[in-house]
């Protein structure tokens, strides 16, 4: 089992930046991939950004250029840097891992919440 908590979330300003952090910890020694999803309310949740083994990622196009994921998968830990923050990005965001770069894996963080407001 691998169990994962995030922490970073917050009310910020249109224009704004939050950073995002995860942590892995159990069986995290056998993860290939981790990475961001997102669900805003009444919609389904998606993909953000992923991270794997090599230090190659992938992005969703709506926040290409303006988010940040890094981290080191095989100690367990992704980060997400968010600038530019708009108020569509409102959404919980979780932390994923145990995936491919494009495919969710089975183990979920709680989430946490991101409100883009003025």
């Known amino acids: 089992q691998v169990q994962l908590v995030e922490s970073g979330g917050g009310l910020v300003q249109p224009g704004g930046s939050l950073r995002l952090s995860c942590a892995a910890s159990?069986?995290?020694?056998?993860?290939?991939?981790m990475g961001w999803y997102r669900q805003a309310p009444g919609k389904q949740r998606e993909l953000v950004a992923t991270?794997?083994?090599?230090?190659?990622?992938n992005y969703a196009d709506s926040v290409k250029g303006r988010f940040t994921i890094s981290g080191d998968v095989v100690k367990g830990t992704v980060y997400l840097q968010m600038n530019n923050l708009k108020p569509e990005d409102t959404a919980d965001y979780y932390c994923?891992?145990?995936?491919?770069?494009?495919?969710?894996?089975?183990?979920w963080g709680k989430g946490t919440l991101v409100t883009v407001s003025s």
């Open positions: 994923n891992a145990g995936g491919l770069s494009t495919i969710a894996g089975p183990y």
């Open positions: 159990g069986r995290a020694f056998s993860i290939y991939a």
């Open positions: 991270i794997i083994r090599s230090g190659s990622t």
